[in-house]
């Protein structure tokens, strides 16, 4: 039973005391709820304009993250977006390339520019061209450029794409740093440090595995380096580059130094992981690296671009053409060579030696070829 407070007046009729109870009890079921006075926990409301969001992984339309124009041959920004509801990174690209790059590759540069992700804890490499990649069963375009081509007359090579990072080179589910960057031939940005989110969507990219065992010769050197520091050198002819390591000897950690080499028109490439030494004569180290050992069960050949990373070190891209591998001799069964000149078509049987039983009549002739009438004896 309800009882008025005793400042009420006793005289107050039962209906009006019956209405203050039920205006209570709907102010507690509605009017708390529309000021916010629930216990009920509420999702926080996105501040901001909407994160991008993305249907595909190889877009061609700039965004709000797109670069300006610049005279820079490459830029790009990285976003987190959205994508099929899934958290994802989005690199948003312009390029500016000379026209040698149309004499190279034509009018769509994007199969040559790749976008490399950089582990930074693993150091693995992932990489991929940023347009659509050829798929196993489809039939590569010809290729009307000419790779060796340094110079052209025209005007640049201009456009904007963007790319799904982690479908696009097969990034790992599990969220990790990353230093991305784009590359093409001689041109190379700076590397953006990223964490790419957990996200499960299908990867349509793979991961070269390390060559842990290239040809390199590490001795002492003496140079004004920078530390870290890495240079890369070729040889007209030869497939092994040289170059002069610099890097600490008390990082808490060996910092791997990592090559990567993009092979041109196969647009294949392969890459090392060398873990250098750490100890008092490794601070500055002269090397030389066969390039065909970063490549995995494959003969590159034709023009192979390679770049060098160690830390926050990066070389210069260089370039050398593949010599060619002789033609090795041709083989007969059991793997024996075939002599330079061919014996002649028939010789006269060997006199046998003194003493020796005369061979029968039928091992003194040569044997008639297979497609020769069969040898009729005639009287």
């Known amino acids: 039973m309800l009882r008025l407070p005793s400042s009420a007046s006793p005289r107050a009729p039962r209906a009006f005391v019956l209405s203050a109870a039920v205006a209570a009890l709907a102010l507690g079921a509605t009017g708390c709820e529309a000021l916010g006075l629930t216990s009920e926990p509420h999702p926080p409301e996105p501040m901001g304009p909407p994160p ?22 490459l830029s790009f920004a990285l976003t987190l977006a959205v994508r099929n509801a899934r958290p994802t990174v989005v690199l948003s690209g312009r390029y500016n390339l ?5 004499a190279r590759y034509g009018d769509d540069p994007r199969h040559a520019i790749y976008v490399v992700a950089l582990n930074t804890v693993a150091y693995r490499i992932h990489a991929a061209p940023v347009g659509p990649p050829l798929s196993p069963t489809s039939t590569p375009p010809a290729f009307a450029g000419d790779v060796f081509a340094d110079e052209a007359s025209g005007e ?4 904007v794409f963007s790319v799904d990072v982690p479908v696009a080179v097969g990034l790992p589910n599990l969220s990790a740093p990353y230093q991305f960057f784009l590359w093409m031939d001689e041109h190379v940005t700076e590397r953006q440090s990223f964490i790419t989110p957990n996200n499960t969507t299908p990867r349509e990219g793979h991961e070269v595995l390390p060559i842990t065992g290239p040809a390199m010769l590490l001795q002492r050197t003496e140079s004004d380096l920078a530390v870290p520091g890495v240079t890369v050198t070729v040889t007209e002819g030869s497939s092994v580059v040289e170059g002069i390591i ?5 990082a ?11 092979e041109r028109p196969a647009m ?9 030494p750490m100890d008092d004569d490794s601070s500055r180290l002269h090397y030389d690296l ?9 003969e590159p050949e034709g023009r192979v671009w390679v770049l060098g990373l160690m830390g926050d070190a990066t070389s210069t891209p260089v370039a050398l053409r593949m010599p060619e591998r002789p033609v090795p001799p041709a083989a007969v069964d059991g793997g024996v060579a075939a002599p330079a000149e061919a014996a002649p078509a028939a010789t006269a049987p060997a006199a046998p030696a003194a003493g020796a039983p005369a061979a029968p009549a039928a ?17």
């Open 363 to 379: 091992t003194q002739a040569a044997p008639a070829p297979a497609a020769a009438a069969p040898a009729a004896a005639t009287p």
């Open 246 to 250: 610099a890097h600490e000897l008390d």
């Open 52 to 73: 991008l969001s993305i249907s595909s992984t190889f877009l061609t339309e700039p965004n709000d993250f797109t670069p300006p124009e610049s005279d820079a041959p």
């Open 290 to 298: 066969d390039v065909r050992h970063l490549f995995f069960n494959h």
């Open 252 to 262: 808490p950690e060996p910092v791997p130094l990592v090559y990567i080499a993009v």
């Open 268 to 276: 294949q490439y392969g890459y090392a992981r060398v873990v250098l």
């Open 98 to 102: 000379p026209a040698a790059a149309r």
């Open 156 to 159: 640049p090579l201009r456009g």
